[in-house]
């Protein structure tokens, strides 16, 4: 592929219908092919995926690309549903998406919310998912981890969800939500020479009507300034007990990460099947899927693979 045009995922656009969203989502590849769906995070968009999707469908996988909730041409349904971007609610989304869809078992990728939702999928129900290759591994936490004080090296690093927490902060990053999203786009990946046209692709999805509500409940909810769905205390209550991942994982991440993330070791114990860590050079920042897509579909390829032969042998 050339890597100075790359494909754009919103020419392959499609809608499903949840019970909650009208959701916005790309798909290539065979319709029978293994399915394989790639989740986005914030502040990026589907293009994350621009080279990786079509990389995958060349491969005979069925590759779906689906907008976040408050992102791109995803739309709630009712106007009247609550804005909410806690992680159990996110991953309802993709079980959702994937009921719509008729699809009852795929291989889930993420990077940022999209590792999250992914690890959360993986941990609430292993069922439906082949092997997950997450960002930054295992994502999953909860309010009262969001409690806990950091080293101030560590709280700095998190500035954006104390702005967030204000309301100058929700009203600051509606009002310039892309120049935001450079700035975190140039302080996650410093070494990642991405352009003005690469940024204004993806930053378009920024423009979404419930983007901000989303983003600010989404920072919100995690330093328990927000409160979530009651509907979904169960499902975050699991959660909080930080579940282990049985499917096969392989987690990856990028030697020039300047987002927060944890350290490989502290979350190795959480992926209990078949699993390994990737750690790629080169200067590969926060949004790895686009900074590194051949590394990224590989981890993809092989985790199906030993999905299939997890299932194989039982």
Known sequence: MDRCRPMLLSDHLRRAETPTLSIGYAELGPADGPAVLL????????????????????????VIVPYQRGFGS??????????????????????????????????????????????????????????????????????????????PGAEQTWWYQYYFATERGRRGYAQHRRAFAQLIWQTASPRWPFDEAVFARSASALDNQDHAAIVVHNYRWRLGLAEGDPRLDDLEARLAATPPITVPAIS?????????????????????????????????????PQEAPEAFAAAIVTATQWGKTKKALK
Do not use: K
Request: glycine residues 12%; contains cysteine; proline residues 6%.
């Open 39 to 62: 989740l986005h995070g914030w502040p990026y968009d589907i293009h994350t995926y621009a080279e990786v999707a079509p990389l995958l469908a060349a491969g005979g996988h069925r």
């Open 74 to 151: 995803t739309r709630f349904r009712d106007s009247t549903t609550l804005r909410n971007g806690q992680q159990a609610v996110l991953a309802l989304d993709v079980a959702a998406l994937m009921d719509a869809l008729g699809i009852e078992t795929a291989t889930l990728g993420g990077a940022d919310w999209g590792a999250r939702a992914a690890c959360c999928v993986a941990a609430l129900w292993p069922e439906r998912c082949t092997a997950v290759v997450p960002v930054s591994g295992y994502l999953i936490s909860s309010q009262a981890a969001g409690a806990v004080p950091l080293s």
């Open 252 to 288: 990856l991440e990028g030697d020039a990460n300047g987002a927060p993330h944890p350290d490989p070791t502290a979350y190795a114990g959480r992926f209990v099947g078949p699993y390994e860590h990737r750690t790629l050079s080169g200067g590969i920042g926060h949004n790895l």
